[in-house]
Structures are given as C-alpha cells and as structure tokens.
C-alpha cells in the first residue's frame, strides 16, 4: 500500500522556534507538496518540488522554507515559528504529469501549535 | 488563474442521497477530482473523472460534470454516518507545464441518523 508518513501528528513550540516538519514518500514519487489547512480557506500550496533539490514557491511562502535532499523526503521548515503558522500541515506526493492522472497521495498531517 | 468554488456545509439524514456540488473556471482539458477527509486525517482520493466524460459511477458515488457550465457534482446515494467528512473538489489542467491542483474549500457534510 502506497504511503506518505509525516514524522509528527501534533506539535507544540513556542514562538520564536525554528520548526521542522518531515514528510518521507515511498512510492518513488518525484512530486512533493507542502500544504496548510485552515477551516474556512481549504488547502492552500506553500512550496512544491518536482525533483531532489528542486523547489518552487506556492501560493503562501512567506516565513516557510523547505528541503529535499532524498527523492522520498520533503521538508518544510520554520525559520522562526510565528503564532499564525498554528495550522494543520499536509505533505502529499504525486507521479509525474503522464496518460494517467495526476492524483495526490498525502499524509495524515501536523498539527501545529505556537505558542 | 484557476479558481474552484464550493459550498462549505451540506447536512443529510441517514439513509438519503447527497449532491455535493462545486465549479471551476478552467477551459482547458481538465482532470477533475473528489477527495475525502474523515476527521484527524489527511486527504484520500475518492474519484476522478475527465473533461471528456459526461458521468462517473463507483458503487454508491456518481459523478457528474457539466463542462458547458463547468460544474462538478458528487452524488453519494444511500449516505451513512461513515460519510461525514469533509469533500474536496480538485483540478488539474493538462498542458502548459503545470501540474498542480488547485483545491475547493472543502464542503462539511454532516449525516443526521
């Protein structure tokens, strides 16, 4: 069975912190993508990579940054946790553009607290 | 760019049908997908359809897509306490390099017993 494991499923820290969210894929997939969910606003894309050490800007970067080292693993990283980064994280993972569809496979996700 | 719209909330009795419905705005061949997420959990894949399909069936779900009208609909007969959730409508243009979907607001459905 194809799955995305994110490394945490709750996370407490406190203002000022720098925070790591890991995500690891093993479906060999060379998509990743970072997402925050917020009731009220669905998912919205903060960053994205479509190869190993590859990333692209989303629609809500400011104040995230991220890290793909490995083909499996995408991380999103905190410089320095502010309180409206208190949200619900989601990875996914998907194959290449293709005659098949481009569906996500994501995650149980992160949640975050800043305190 | 392309936006996606649906309703926030739809509330059934057990037993009844849902028609949860959303639109979209791209003109362009389009993948267009249902995703469901249960309380605690992350998105899973229910259905997907394409442009050039009129309707979907799987089991209990039917989709429906209207491309005049660019309107999407998912219809679960005979819903169940086990479908509460939240349904996400989702689309991926072909061509022009990009590959990213682009999401709905989610649609709450609450089933009643």
């Known amino acids: 069975d194809v799955k995305v494991t994110q490394s945490s499923r709750y996370l407490v820290k406190r203002t000022g912190e720098k925070v790591f969210l890991e995500c690891v894929q093993d479906?060999?997939?060379?998509?990743m993508f970072w997402y925050r969910q917020d009731p009220g606003l669905g998912l919205r894309l903060i960053y994205f990579?479509?190869?190993?050490?590859?990333?692209e800007k989303g629609d809500i970067p400011e104040g995230y940054s991220v890290s793909r080292e490995k083909k499996e693993r995408f991380s999103l990283i905190l410089e320095s946790a502010s309180t409206n980064q208190t949200s619900m994280y989601l990875c996914?993972?998907?194959?290449?553009?293709?005659?098949?569809?481009?569906?996500?496979?994501f995650g149980s996700g992160t949640q975050l607290s800043v305190l | 760019g392309e936006d996606v719209e649906q309703s926030l909330f739809l509330s059934v009795r057990e037993g009844d049908s849902s028609v949860i419905n959303c639109t979209y705005t791209d003109s362009s061949s389009t993948y267009l997908y249902w995703y469901k997420q249960e309380p605690g959990a992350g998105l899973q894949l229910l259905t997907y359809?394409?442009?050039?399909?009129d309707m979907k069936q799987d089991q209990r779900l039917t989709v429906l897509l209207n491309k005049k009208d660019k309107h999407l609909s998912l219809r679960i007969a005979d819903t169940q306490t086990g479908d509460s959730a939240i349904y996400f409508c989702a689309e991926t243009p072909l061509g022009g390099g990009s590959y990213i979907p682009t999401f709905g607001r989610g649609t709450s459905l609450i089933v009643h017993p």
């Open positions: 996914a993972s998907s194959s290449p553009p293709g005659p098949t569809n481009e569906k996500l496979f």
């Open positions: 479906m060999d997939h060379e998509n």
């Open positions: 990579s479509y190869d190993v050490k590859m990333k």
């Open positions: 359809i394409f442009s050039n399909m």
